[in-house]
Every structure is written in structure tokens, then in C-alpha cells.
């Protein structure tokens, strides 16, 4: 590695966790207005013009709260339980391409990369609602763990029929192959399974059972305070984003916006219009059973996605170039 | 003993497994009221349910005793906070039946409006929190418009918004003009009644919410009747039993609306039962408007109340169930025993029947279908 690219890939890795920053301060105050909206009020308006200050003061709160450990947690997890969450979140995003070129890391098999990051996340949640000795936070925890490792499955089978029809899994010759037409289009079932399975894996309602208020206090966080706290809300926003992202430029086309010229722009924009419609979800939806959730990704997603993938393989062979 | 429940299907044999007891509330973000449920649980599944009361008792019935047949109508209010019009003419109800006194025709009316009124505005409560116990957050907002504005209604009538103090012995305390009235009138004709198919659309529509409600707890009516049961939770398993037709009071027999029943004694029939009881009470109150009688709203009581010597029991349709209302006189002016039959009381105690077997996600679906007000079981 000649000192010129080390130091380009340093200043990536500072870019990248400016991006992480920013996407949390923005969704931060987003989500609350959205949701302020959807539920017929005006969210924050004191910080600033229409609120726009709040994530700052947020933070500011986060950061002065007294950091509490209870006497009885593990001190060593309750700690590195939020680092395990937030650091694959982060590492996933060192994959995941801008622009044609503008990416960190354009590995072979970047999708690949993404999923074994998401893998390592529900360690992280599992040893948040274990290392915090609290019943409550004992069964977010569990319910994590069940959760994210069934969801990844079916998410997994989905996003293969993707790679077997654009022949790579590297994440920018997959947005190339959809300069015209998109992967939504041509893989309506993988798309839907996909969405479905990505929004369980970013714990947002429907699926938000490690949080679920209204049940577990709050979950897996909720002997949580301060920045600590701030870190388990990073993880999952940032989850979120990565989310996003791959669904975008799995079947939204990445920064393909036909006929108008390719540009990072269109992925921002997408991101940003897919994370919006997870907010809206949250304002709708009530929360789904944890039985039912696993019902769902073992007795229908899975089966259904393996029969998406078995079809898709019929078709590429039968149809050279689907 | 309860894992022995024909309901706990999944209980294992031969290895050894420990149950968790669990203490929900009484601070618990989405518990009503300071409740306190005491779960024994296997990983999620509910093995024995105790209620623990008593931490919101204030000795209501004990005050009562010190306290003139006049002074105690803040007391009944402030039972059952959230359905307090219905509380003061129960107990209106008691003492007159107890002192023999007329009560003006003009007044049975206006009772009977408040009392359809509050009914709304209970339902309108506890369809917020339904949502809220299963995740949805939105319909807790969009039903307290609605209820903000029937707050209005009574504030205007009144100048309370909770705690109206407003029946008296023989009539009410004063008399609404018609332009409130019609106002009251155009707002449940209207848009209230557009509101309520926007909650339908909302939740009692959506998927996951009829997913999760449907065969919940399902009880049936012989054991809805010896568990002592009353109110939408009885109705909800096909019973028609409503004393606002059995009973005969106010003006219910003059007025045209039905009982609202569901045949099938699940949490989804409770919650129809409360929607469609949502709907039903606006029409009995535009009904009321739309006939009242003029005239006087008091007949002339003595200032202090000296009621025979004797006793006296009334029911009443509460917005959860059958309240009684006991009144022992000893032919002085203050009660010499008050005491109070709470419905929520009796539905809170078919709990720890309905629980054992159920998911702890589903403790809230269940518990709110109870509908319980932790002031009038602690009083």
C-alpha cells in the first residue's frame, strides 16, 4: 500500500463516521418531526428553527447525564455490549458505494461483507439486555437474539436471487446491471421479502421487539443511560441506514435514476425517502407478536424465499441475461 | 399447580427450568393506573397472575362517613376519574331512592346526556390505550382530539373539565343552554362520527392488530357470570346484560338504541363491543338533544339532607360494568356506611383466570381489555 492510499483511505474512514454523524443527527430530527406530523402535532419547535437544534441538544443531555452502572451488571459487557453493536453497523458501511468508484472498499463480495457484519449485531443486543441484569432487558435481549437470527436467513436467500441475476456480488456491479431497469421490477417477490426481513433486522416496528415499550419497559436499554444510551440508539440508527442502503442499491436502482444521469445524489435520496417510510410504518403499525415474528420468518419467509430463489435460477438459465 | 394449566401447553418435563417471578408495574410505562401484577413466568409464557392492589387507596368510603349526603359528591367523582358523571348519578340515584325525592324531568335528561357523554369519553381513553399496549403509538393522539373537545363540552357546562360536581339530589346543578346543546349535537353528528371511521381505518382494520387480538382470552359467559364480570366484557361474550334497559332509569326506555353484544368473548369482541358502544352512546346523546324536554333541572331538596332511617343499594351502568352503590342511614345528615361495588374491581379479578398460558406480549392486550380504573378498585 503506497503512503498516498493510506492516507486516501484514512480520510475515507474519518468521511465515513462524519456520514455516520451526520445520518443520526439528521434522522434524529427527522423521525421526531415526521412522526410529530403523522400524529397530528408540530414534534420539536423550541431548539431552533422548527426544532432543527434538537439532535445538539439531545447530545448535549446525553453527554451531561450521570453514566449509571447498576451494582449487579457484568461491567465488562455492559460496556462492550453497545461497542459490539455499533462497530459491524459501521463496518458495514465501508462496503457500501456512493458512486461509481466512491466506495472504501470495493470488494468481490461486498454484499457478503454487509450480511457477516450484520451477523456479529445481535451478540452485541444480546449481551446488552444480559450484562445489564434486568429481567427486562434479559428478555429484550433474547428476543433480539431470536429475532435477528432468523430474519437474516430469508434476507440472505432473497438478496442471492439478486446476485445470481446480475452474476456478481460485488454491491457496484449490481447497481450497474440496473442502469435501465431495476431489480424492483424484475424481482418484485425478492424485493418484498427483502424489505420485510430488513426492517426486522433494524428492530423498527413492526418488528421492534427488543424495544417494545410497551411490554419490556425498554428493552434491551433500559438500564441505559447517558452516552451509553446514545450508543445503543447510534446502533440502530445506524443499522438503519445501512439497511436502507442495501436496499437501494440491491432494487432501487443505486445511483441510477433512468433517464436522468447517474449520480450519488439519487442514493442519498432514495435512502433518505426508504428510511422516512420505515418512520410511517412506525406511526401506523402496532407491534407484532415475538411468536408470530418468528412464525412468519421460519414457516413463510424462508420457504418462500427459497421457492423465489429456485424460480429466479430457472429463469436465469432458461432466459440468458433475465 | 397453575403449570398443570390445560392452557400451558409447552411446559418441559425432565430438564429443570426455573420460572421467573416478574413484577409488572406499579411503574410500568404502559401500566394503567399504578397496577401491580405479580407474573410468574416460563421464558415468556405467563404460569400464574396475582394482582396486587391498594396503592391508590384514599379511604373514600371511611371520608364518606364524615361528610354530609351533599359534600360527598367530589368523593364519587373522584372514584372513577374517567367516568365520573356516571359515578354522581349513581350515587344521586342511591340517596334519592334512600330520601324518596322526585327529580325533575328535565334533569333525567340532562343525565342521561352527560352519562353517554362520559361513556365516549371513557371509551375514548381506553381505545388510546389499546393501541399504545400493543406498539402503536398514533391512535393515542388521535383519540384524545376528540376527547379534548367533549372536555370542552363539559368545562362549558360545568367549568370542570374532570371533576364536574354537577348532579344534585332531585336535578343538576344548572341548566345548559340550547346553543351548547346544539353545539354538542353538531359535533357527535358530524365530526366525531368522522373520526371514529378514521379509527376504524386506523386500527380495528389493521392486520397485525386483529392478528393479535383475535381468540385472546377467550372467556365464555358462564364463567364471565361467576367471575362477577359486568360491563362490555360480559356483553362481549353474547350476554345482553346492560341495566340501562334492565335496570330503568333515566330515559333509556323513551330513547331508541340497542345493546351491543358480540358472541365471541375474545379480546377483538371486547374491543367491537367498546367501539360499537362508542358509536352507540353519540347516538343516544343526539337523541337526548334532540328531545329534551324544557323546564326546571331541580326539584326543591332540603339544604341539609336528613334521609330516613335505613339502607340502599343501586346499580348502575358504569362505562365498565355494573357500579353499586350501598348507602346505610342512620337518619342523620352525614352516611353512617358508604360503600361501593366496583366493576372494575371484579374484572380485574377474572385476570389471573385469563392469563395463565398467555405470552407476556399479550398480558397488555388482555389486561387492557379489562378496562380497569385502579382509583375506583382502591377507592
Known amino acids: 500500500m503506497t503512503p498516498r492510499m493510506f492516507v486516501f483511505q484514512l480520510l475515507g474512514v474519518l468521511g465515513l463516521i462524519v456520514v455516520l454523524g451526520l445520518n443520526i443527527i439528521i434522522m434524529d430530527w427527522w423521525e421526531r418531526k415526521l412522526i410529530g406530523h403523522i400524529h397530528v402535532r408540530p414534534g420539536p419547535m423550541h431548539t431552533g428553527f422548527h426544532g432543527i437544534l434538537q439532535p445538539f441538544a439531545d447530545m448535549v443531555k446525553m453527554l451531561a447525564k450521570e453514566d449509571v452502572v447498576p451494582t449487579e451488571a457484568d461491567k465488562l459487557f455492559f460496556w462492550a455490549g453497545p461497542m459490539i453493536a455499533v462497530v459491524p453497523a459501521f463496518l458495514a458501511m465501508v462496503v457500501l458505494p456512493l458512486a461509481p468508484g466512491f466506495v472504501l472498499a470495493d470488494i468481490g463480495h461486498g454484499l457478503f461483507f454487509v450480511f457477516a457484519m450484520q451477523t456479529i449485531m445481535p451478540f452485541g443486543f444480546t449481551l446488552i439486555g444480559w450484562a445489564a441484569h434486568n429481567k427486562w432487558s434479559l428478555v429484550g435481549g433474547l428476543r433480539s437474539a431470536a429475532q435477528l437470527i432468523s430474519y437474516e436467513i430469508p434476507m440472505l436467500i432473497s438478496a442471492l436471487a439478486v446476485v445470481m441475476v446480475a452474476g456478481s456480488a460485488r454491491l457496484t456491479d449490481i447497481v450497474d446491471a440496473q442502469a435501465t431497469v431495476w431489480y424492483v421490477f424484475k424481482l418484485p417477490v425478492a424485493f418484498a421479502l427483502f424489505l420485510v426481513t430488513a426492517v426486522a433486522e433494524m428492530n423498527r416496528t413492526p418488528f421492534d421487539m427488543t424495544e417494545a415499550e410497551s411490554e419490556l419497559v425498554a428493552g434491551i436499554h433500559t438500564e441505559y443511560a447517558g452516552m451509553k444510551f446514545g450508543l445503543v440508539m447510534m446502533a440502530e440508527y445506524t443499522a438503519m441506514l445501512v439497511g436502507s442502503w442495501m436496499i437501494v442499491l440491491l432494487f432501487l436502482g443505486g445511483w441510477n435514476l433512468w433517464p436522468l444521469p447517474p449520480s450519488p445524489l439519487w442514493v442519498v435520496l432514495k435512502v433518505y425517502l426508504l428510511q422516512s417510510f420505515i418512520v410511517w410504518l412506525r406511526g401506523t403499525y402496532p407491534r407484532l407478536r415475538m411468536d408470530r415474528i418468528m412464525e412468519l420468518s421460519w414457516k413463510y419467509l424462508i420457504p418462500a424465499a427459497l421457492a423465489n430463489l429456485l424460480a429466479v435460477g430457472v429463469l436465469v438459465i432458461v432466459f440468458k441475461g433475465f | ?379
Open chain 2, 1 to 379: 399447580m397453575i403449570a398443570d394449566h390445560p392452557r400451558v401447553g409447552h411446559v418441559t418435563t425432565g430438564g429443570t427450568t426455573e420460572s421467573i417471578v416478574l413484577n409488572m408495574g406499579p411503574q410500568h410505562p404502559s401500566m394503567h393506573g399504578v397496577m401491580h401484577m405479580q407474573l410468574e413466568l416460563s421464558g415468556e409464557t405467563v404460569l400464574a397472575a396475582r394482582p396486587v392492589i391498594g396503592y391508590l387507596h384514599r379511604g373514600i368510603e371511611k371520608l364518606a362517613e364524615h361528610r354530609t349526603y351533599a359534600q360527598c359528591m367530589v368523593l364519587v367523582d373522584r372514584l372513577d376519574y374517567i367516568s365520573q358523571y356516571s359515578n354522581e348519578w349513581a350515587y344521586c340515584r342511591a340517596v334519592e331512592k334512600l330520601a324518596a325525592i322526585e327529580v325533575a324531568e328535565r334533569a333525567e335528561w340532562l343525565r342521561t346526556l352527560y352519562a353517554e357523554l362520559v361513556r365516549i369519553t371513557s371509551h375514548l381513553l381506553w381505545w388510546t390505550s389499546v393501541g399504545l399496549d400493543l406498539g402503536a403509538f398514533t391512535p393515542m393522539i388521535y383519540a384524545m382530539l376528540p376527547r379534548e373537545r367533549i372536555f370542552d363540552f363539559f368545562e362549558a357546562t360545568t367549568g370542570s373539565r374532570l371533576m364536574p360536581n354537577y348532579l344534585r339530589f332531585g336535578g343538576v346543578k344548572e341548566d345548559v343552554e340550547q346553543a351548547e346543546l346544539d353545539g354538542i349535537h353538531d359535533y357527535l353528528a358530524v365530526d366525531y362520527m368522522k373520526l371514529l371511521d378514521d379509527y376504524d381505518t386506523l386500527l380495528s382494520g389493521n392486520e397485525i392488530f386483529i392478528s393479535r387480538q383475535e381468540g385472546l382470552a377467550r372467556i365464555t359467559t358462564e364463567q364471565a357470570v361467576s367471575w362477577g364480570v359486568t360491563g362490555p366484557m360480559l356483553r362481549a361474550t353474547g350476554c345482553p346484560r346492560d341495566l340501562r334497559k334492565d335496570a330503568r332509569y333515566g330515559v333509556y326506555d323513551q330513547l331508541d338504541w340497542e345493546t351491543q353484544t358480540d358472541t365471541r368473548g375474545d379480546a377483538l369482541a371486547r374491543y367491537t363491543v367498546r367501539v360499537k358502544e362508542m358509536r352507540e352512546s353519540a347516538r343516544i346523546a343526539m337523541q337526548c338533544i334532540e328531545r329534551m324536554p324544557a323546564g326546571e333541572v331541580r326539584t326543591k331538596v332540603a339544604k341539609i339532607l336528613k334521609p330516613p332511617e335505613g339502607e340502599v343499594y343501586v346499580r348502575h351502568e358504569s362505562t365498565r360494568g355494573e357500579l353499586g352503590i350501598y348507602i346505610v342511614s342512620d337518619g342523620t345528615a352525614k352516611p353512617y356506611r358508604f360503600r361501593v361495588h366496583s366493576p372494575a374491581f371484579m374484572n380485574v379479578s377474572a385476570l389471573p383466570h385469563m392469563l395463565p398460558g398467555e405470552h407476556i406480549a399479550n398480558f397488555f392486550a388482555i389486561f387492557g381489555g379489562a378496562d380497569n380504573v385502579m382509583a375506583e378498585i382502591d377507592r
